[in-house]
């Protein structure tokens, strides 16, 4: 199981990494209030990821809401994403079966309570990153700049060019 998490976590990294050069490459033409989205959604997505990490741990969390008050600058959002990516990217190479299984309580940021085992974080953290990488891509798209092409398959077939040979 841990071999697919790991996959999926290496994916999420480089998808991430894509989105982010992308996106510091073409900072300049999205207007103001986009140019903030893009990086906010992205910092929401981040700060969440460092949430759940800190639950995992069982560690105080770092953030007391989904979302930091101040908008980072490129370079400290992408620090922090490098940051997180790279710890699940680890933690997703070396994590044994009973501790995917293990429960993990926790208080969201909104003050509700929650319980899901550390396989749910770690799906719940993979989803929820793409959701919101699609969101950042978008903001290229309408603005008419490139936007990544962020798919598991390219990912597969760019780390393994001989799955494009069929035999």
């Not at 998490?5 to 510091?24: I, P, R, V």
């Not at 759940?52 to 741990?57: D, E, N, V, Y």
Request: no cysteine; aromatic share 10%; glycine share 4%.
């Amino acid at each position: 199981m841990n071999r697919d998490f790991s996959k999926a976590f290496h994916y999420k990294k480089w998808a991430n990494t894509q989105l982010l050069d992308l996106g510091e490459q073409q900072f300049s033409g999205l207007p103001e209030s986009d140019a903030t989205f893009f990086v906010r959604i992205l910092n929401h997505t981040t700060v969440v990821d460092s949430l759940f990490i800190s639950r995992i741990l069982r560690e105080p969390e770092k953030y007391s809401d989904d979302n930091t008050v101040e908008t980072p600058t490129f370079l400290e959002l992408r620090e922090r994403v490098n940051e997180n990516d790279s710890w699940l990217v680890q933690y997703s190479k070396t994590v044994q079966q009973e501790e995917l299984e293990r429960v993990v309580s926790f208080k969201f940021v909104d003050g509700d309570t929650g319980q899901m085992s550390v396989t749910e974080i770690l799906i719940h953290l993979l989803t929820h990153g793409s959701n919101h990488r699609g969101m950042a891509s978008r903001v290229l798209a309408a603005n008419n700049l490139e936007r990544p092409k962020d798919t598991f398959t390219r990912y597969l077939h760019q780390l393994e060019p001989l799955r494009r040979v069929i035999v």
